[in-house]
């Protein structure tokens, strides 16, 4: 019997999260790899932690119609175990309605929140005898579409202000679709067809991609880092748009690339395999523990082209010397990432509406290495923030 539930291990991933600023993809991999889950159940898990992510300004209005004490001031695990519950309610008709309410119920006691046990019943009774109808929205039509879609209001308001209502009502629904799962192949360590048959010998499903070589969509996998095709640095994560930058790039074999901005460092595991680990990739960013993944990464992949260095993309280095390519990625906003946008507030508005000094002073200093750069993040006219 493994340690934790599914649900167990999904609220205590969203409670980390929510606390603690954690990034909610490591969270998540680090508890379903100490859960002991089964595949089954850890794509649950990750499915019901990320959707909940993603809907909780929806699920959190229905909680307050419901609940004498808003959801900012219930305790952590009780607010996670509501959300969960009501976004099983809401979202995945292939749980019971008495499934969702009884296992939240039940996790209460589990998460030390026994007292709160028949508060939570009430509330998810409450809901269902009112057929799970989300409650009337009061306020401005800038509220309604916070609900409907889960975004905040500044957020919403400062898109309208950049594109036409059906652009922006179009970007928003998006925003809620599940993004795929793109891996590279590392193919200094095996061939693609090879590469499938694994992954699919340990249950995963894949379709390769019919634009990039390489390139493989994955589904039904939560955990990426308990599969044996990862620890044997078979394939790395990398979405398709990024892999797209990397081949724009075309770095070739015994050529020196500098890749700015680098973390988490998929544009350079996918350049230095594109060059069959020849020449040399130095990945910098300004972050140690983020120089310390990517350093970990090469490792896992065997790829001993790569060198991490502790470096602002702000300030020009002379000693790094003249680069064949290089490579920068600057930062973006991150609003599409659903922590992201939660955490983001209205003050951060005007950062928004055009690009930060640091991007331009890196774009700035990309430029100067007289060399090759590849932007996989330019900033438009129309929307530079993004």
């Given amino acids: 019997m493994p340690a934790v539930t599914a649900r167990q291990a999904a609220v205590s991933a969203l409670v980390k999260v929510n606390t603690q600023g954690a990034y909610s993809n490591l969270v998540l991999n ?3 790899k100490k859960s002991g889950l089964s595949p089954a159940d850890s794509s649950f898990a990750g499915r019901l932690f990320y959707g909940t992510l993603e809907r909780r300004l929806t699920l959190d209005h229905v909680i307050n119609h ?10 952590p695990a009780v607010a996670e175990i509501l959300r969960t519950a009501v976004y099983q309610l809401l979202y995945l008709d292939s749980v019971p309605d ?4 009884n296992e939240a119920v039940g996790l209460t006691k589990k998460m030390k929140a026994a007292s709160a046990s028949g508060f939570v019943n009430a509330v998810l009774r409450n809901f269902l005898r009112d057929e799970k109808k989300i409650p009337q929205i009061k306020g401005n039509r800038l509220k309604k579409l916070e609900v409907r879609y ?14 036409d209502e059906p652009s922006t009502l179009a970007m928003l629904e998006h925003s809620l679709d599940r993004p795929p799962l793109y891996v590279r192949v590392n193919t200094t360590k095996i061939s693609v067809e ?7 010998a340990e249950g995963v499903q894949v379709q390769k ?3 990039l070589q390489g390139c493989l969509l994955l589904s039904g996998t939560a955990s990426i880092e308990k599969l044996t095709a990862f620890s044997e640095g078979l394939f790395h994560v990398q979405d398709k748009s990024s892999q797209l930058c990397a081949a724009a790039l ?7 690339v500098l890749d700015t901005c680098s973390a988490p460092g998929s544009k350079s595991f996918t350049t230095a395999e594109k060059m069959g680990d020849s020449g040399e990739v ?3 960013d300004i972050f140690e523990e983020k120089i310390k993944k990517i350093s970990e990464g090469a490792k896992r992949l065997g790829l001993n082209s790569i060198s991490a260095k502790l470096q602002d993309g702000t300030v020009f280095c002379p000693d790094l010397g003249e680069f064949d390519r290089v490579l920068c990625d600057a930062p973006c906003s991150g609003i599409w990432m659903p922590v992201s946008r939660y955490r983001l507030s209205a003050r951060k508005v005007p950062y928004l509406k055009k690009p930060s000094s640091s991007r331009l002073k890196i774009t700035d200093w990309a430029t100067n290495r007289r060399a090759f750069l590849s932007l996989s993040r330019y900033f438009s006219t129309r929307m530079p923030w993004v």
Avoid: F, M, N
Wanted: glycine share 2%; hydrophobic share 30%; charged share 25%.
């Fill in 250 to 256: 075309d770095a070739k074999e015994g050529q020196r």
């Fill in 209 to 211: 991609d019919p634009d």
């Fill in 98 to 101: 008495s499934a969702a309410v």
């Fill in 30 to 32: 680090e508890t379903l």
């Fill in 282 to 284: 130095i990945s910098c």
């Fill in 150 to 163: 889960s975004c905040p209001q500044w957020l919403i308001k400062t898109l309208l202000e950049q594109y």
């Fill in 194 to 200: 090879d590469c499938i048959a694994h992954l699919e």
């Fill in 66 to 75: 419901y609940s004498k004490k808003p959801v900012s001031k219930l305790t």
